[in-house]
């Protein structure tokens, strides 16, 4: 099992960014998949959460209405697009799996199975 996420970049402070993860090794579409990120000298935070029906969720409040996750099953894709970016959402930006499905509510409480290498989003002010 693999994760590769991409899309990170530079971007100033109001823009968008879409990150990519794709899942390959799987034989199966009913696992949960998370974003998560990192910044500098802070831990690991929660980002957003999707499942194989499409069932989510979003971390911090301040996520709520700027960031929206979504999956294509077919390509095995999951994509984080952020919006209205601001400095303080810079971080390396990871997607995880949870080979349980019905655990994309508790990404926070149960660790994920598998991790990607992160991609690194950089917002200037």
């Known amino acids: 099992v693999q994760l590769q996420a991409s899309g990170g970049g530079l971007v100033q402070a109001g823009g968008s960014l879409r990150l990519s993860c794709v899942a390959s090794g799987f034989t199966r579409n009913n696992y949960a998949v998370g974003w998560f990120r990192q910044a500098p000298g802070k831990e690991r935070e929660f980002v957003a959460a999707i499942n194989w029906s499409g069932g989510r969720t979003v971390g911090a409040d301040s996520e709520k209405g700027r960031f929206a996750i979504s999956r294509d099953n077919a390509k095995k894709m999951v994509y984080l697009d952020m919006n209205r970016l601001k400095p303080e959402d810079a971080a390396v930006y990871y997607c995880?799996?949870?080979?349980?499905?019905?655990?994309?509510?508790?990404?926070?409480?149960?660790?994920?199975?598998?991790w990607g290498q992160g991609t690194q989003v950089t917002v200037s002010s």
């Open positions: 995880s799996v949870h080979s349980n499905d019905g655990c994309y509510p508790y990404f926070t409480i149960y660790d994920p199975d598998y």
